[in-house]
């Protein structure tokens, strides 16, 4: 069983920055970042493979970087010029083989909120 534990969410003004992190119990394949936004169903915001390879939503593209730590089994999700329609809850995936696919471990989430 795998273990996800986020952190780095918060409350930003609109243009700002965050980074959120991950850190896996296991090593991991892929790892990825979804949110879900009030009343909306739950997206794929950006995920990365053990080699590097990256998919992002059209949304955040040039906004969002992934990255991972591989040694320290950790994704991270820097988030630049945030925008209020980034508010939601974001959580951390890991499990699948495939980038624009979840697998089958969740984190518990960690709220972003992005005040205008």
């Known amino acids: 069983q795998v273990q996800l534990v986020e952190s780095g969410g918060g409350l930003v003004q609109a243009g700002g920055s965050l980074r959120l992190s991950c850190a896996a119990s296991?090593?991991?394949?892929?790892m990825g970042w979804y949110r879900q936004p009030p009343g909306k169903q739950r997206e794929l915001v950006a995920a990365?493979?053990?080699?590097?390879?990256?998919n992002y939503a059209d949304s955040v593209k040039g906004r969002f970087t992934i990255s991972r730590d591989n040694a320290k089994n950790t994704v991270y999700l820097q988030m630049n010029s945030l925008k209020p329609e980034d508010t939601a809850v974001y959580y951390c995936?890991?499990?699948?083989?495939?980038?624009?696919?979840?697998?089958?471990?969740w984190g518990k989430g960690t709220l972003v909120t992005v005040s205008s």
């Open positions: 995936n890991a499990g699948s083989w495939l980038l624009s696919q979840s697998g089958a471990y």
């Open positions: 296991g090593i991991i394949f892929t």
């Open positions: 990365i493979t053990n080699g590097g390879s990256t």
